[in-house]
């Protein structure tokens, strides 16, 4: 892969009275390796430059399809932002939160793309399939 990212991305995940704050963090390094989460106001907060990741956990799982129409539908600008479901990253598993917050609280994922376009960098985290199968660019 030739192409150079920049992307900032800000994880946010409400840790409540309930629950341990190092299996909030686990739950958001499950989904992103890369995060160091620090207690702010009540929740845990990350900023990493890279999906990666989730990338690799979207392909494992065969989500791409659900994650470019998650990811397109909060489309604004050269930001995207989406919420997946704490309990499933507990289990590395990503499940993208859609309507009302869960009971513990959603993990919100807001993404802004300096380079190169936002879209591109949505093709290269959840590339569009064919049948199922990721479909690339010759150019990648």
Do not use: C, W
């Not at 392909?59 to 600008?77: K, P, Q, W, Y």
């Not at 959603?106 to 399939?129: G, L």
Request: glycine letters at 4%; zero cysteines.
């Amino acid at each position: 892969m030739s192409a150079v990212y920049s992307v900032d991305i800000r994880i946010e995940a409400p840790v409540n009275d309930t629950e341990v704050t190092d299996r909030v963090a686990d739950a958001v390094q499950n989904l992103f390796p890369e995060a160091d989460p620090t207690h702010q106001q009540g929740a845990l907060v990350a900023e990493v430059h890279t999906m990666d990741g989730f990338s690799e956990l979207l392909h494992r799982r065969e989500i791409l399809d659900t994650a470019r129409s998650v990811f397109f539908d909060n489309l604004e600008g050269d930001t995207f932002a989406f919420d997946v479901k704490k309990q499933a990253a507990f289990e590395g598993r990503i499940n993208f939160a859609v309507g009302d917050p869960s009971e513990l609280g959603d993990i919100h994922v807001n993404v802004t793309v300096t380079e190169p376009s936002t879209e591109e960098y949505i093709d290269y985290v959840a590339p569009p399939t064919e049948d199922g199968q990721p479909v690339y660019d010759e150019d990648t």
